[in-house]
């Protein structure tokens, strides 16, 4: 699980289950109004953990987390499929998507301005071994 530092917990879930299309797998009160919030992209094994933000430093790298580069990529079997549904509900790609020998990919932006990359990796050809 990765956490992710937001400003607040509902908006970020409208954001990754709305708008990307992830699921909410888990919501529970804490202590002093914190909430375990945790997201995934369906069936997926690694997940996001929404950290509402807490004090100055925190709220400052909201959207900042990785100092304007791309922060963290999200893996499509079907990158025309899934770009065409970001698109159409909101979501911002900085880019063009664009081929690399490693696959298709484009920048988008989540709600609060961290870079994330969707990409369809390139399949290796039929047969061949994928390297170590």
């Not at 004090?55 to 025309?80: I, N, P």
Request: hydrophobic share 45%; glycine share 8%.
């Amino acid at each position: 699980m990765t956490a992710l530092l937001v400003r607040d917990y509902d908006e970020a879930i409208s954001f990754f289950v709305d708008s990307l299309g992830f699921v909410l797998r888990e919501d529970t009160a804490l202590a002093a109004g914190k909430r375990w919030v945790v997201v995934a992209p369906p069936a997926a094994a690694h997940a996001l953990l929404l950290a509402r933000a807490v004090g100055d430093r925190q709220r400052a790298a909201v959207g900042d987390q990785s100092g304007g580069r791309v922060f963290l990529f999200l893996e499509t079997d079907d990158f025309a499929r899934d770009h065409r549904a970001f698109t159409d509900r909101g979501v911002r790609f900085v880019e063009p998507p664009r081929h690399e020998p490693y696959g298709i990919v484009a920048v988008f932006e989540d709600l609060y301005g961290n870079r994330w990359d969707l990409i369809e990796p390139a399949r290796a050809p039929e047969g061949a071994a994928r390297p170590a």
